[in-house]
């Protein structure tokens, strides 16, 4: 092992400590979909403050790369697909049980992505840092225009799932009457 795979290692070893995680949960999708909003959650606020490109978001962005390279590594399928349906987050096919401050955070990327007329990704197995960057930047852009969505947003690995969140079923037949 390398000096940087260990130093990656550690890294990786106390951020999972913090969160009382073991590195085989991230191949989980409830464990890896928690994590997922929580660090895309935290990078959006970061954001917010000092703009997606600052060194101080693509910090938080190393971060949750730390996690995904290591969910990737454990996991038997090439991707992570997050979908969210109202109340609902889908990882991988799995419903997320939240606790009310996921929750909340979910409701928050839920206006986020009904902002930018998108409703899912899928960040694939060899997803780079600066390409997720782009999607946050494009992301932050549509949802701020609520308009144009996401159609011209094209990344290697990233696919996106165009259209709004599925709301509840009674907003869906409300919308077809």
């Known amino acids: 092992m390398t000096q940087s795979e260990h130093g990656f290692q550690d890294d ?3 951020n999972l400590q913090m969160r009382g995680l073991s590195p085989e949960q991230l191949a989980d999708p409830q464990f890896f979909g928690r994590l997922f909003f929580d660090n895309l959650y935290r990078i959006l606020k970061v954001g917010s403050i000092y703009e997606i490109e600052h060194n101080q978001t693509r ?6 790369f730390t996690f995904f390279r290591e969910g990737m590594r454990l996991s038997v399928d090439d991707s992570f697909a997050i979908m969210i349906r109202d109340e609902l987050a ?4 799995v419903t997320l049980r939240l606790d009310r401050q996921a929750q909340k955070r979910h409701n928050e990327l839920r206006d986020l ?5 998108i409703r899912g990704v899928e960040l ?3 997803l780079t840092a600066d390409e997720f960057i782009r ?4 992301l932050k852009e549509a949802s701020l225009s609520k308009k144009s969505g996401m159609e ?5 690995n990233i696919d996106i799932a165009h259209g709004a969140p599925i709301r509840s079923i009674i907003d869906a037949v409300s919308n077809v009457n």
């Open 113 to 117: 992505f009904t902002d930018a007329l």
């Open 152 to 156: 011209h947003v094209r990344l290697p």
């Open 59 to 64: 910090l938080a962005v190393e971060e949750f």
């Open 135 to 138: 999607f946050l930047v494009a």
């Open 124 to 126: 694939r197995r060899n």
């Open 90 to 93: 889908i990882v991988n096919g």
């Open 12 to 14: 990786l070893e106390k």
